[in-house]
């Protein structure tokens, strides 16, 4: 069984190392507020970080995904980093336990300001297709 992490870290620089103590505990990590800006580096021995940063004037969201290395993540191409106002970053990951070849995890921030109608959200799930799991 797979261990997953959702965490609204808002600001994973200044709470790396709670995070690089705890790391090993999960095999999925899933950031939303990371605040990451292009030139910052952050990584963990053993595991593949992929991440969606917030660029321009606006500070803050961006979102990551943090999977172990065994899991064979891959950046998946075909979902947006941001539909309408939202942020998501997706990987396709192998899980053995499940019956399927890969599944698409994705970590989501929807800000406060930002509201979607049900036609948006699955417009959404459309995009995202089947076998996917949202954080």
């Not at 090993?24 to 969606?52: A, M, N």
């Not at 890969?102 to 948006?120: G, T």
Request: with cysteine; charged share 20%.
């Amino acid at each position: 069984m797979n261990k997953v992490l959702q965490w609204n870290c808002k600001g994973i620089l200044g709470k790396f190392n709670e995070l690089s103590n705890s790391i090993s505990e999960y095999d999925i990590v899933c950031l939303q507020e990371t605040w990451l800006k292009p030139d910052h580096r952050i990584g963990f021995t053993g595991y593949k970080t992929i991440r969606s940063d917030r660029c321009g004037m606006r500070s803050g969201g961006g979102t990551a995904v943090i999977c172990r290395n065994g899991l064979d993540p891959l950046q998946v191409g075909h979902v947006p980093k941001f539909f309408h106002g939202v942020e998501m970053t997706a990987v396709s990951v192998k899980i053995r336990e499940i019956l399927v070849d890969r599944i698409l995890i994705v970590s989501l921030y929807k800000p406060p300001e930002v509201s979607l109608d049900r036609q948006q959200w699955l417009d959404l799930f459309e995009i995202l297709g089947i076998g996917f799991l949202i954080l």
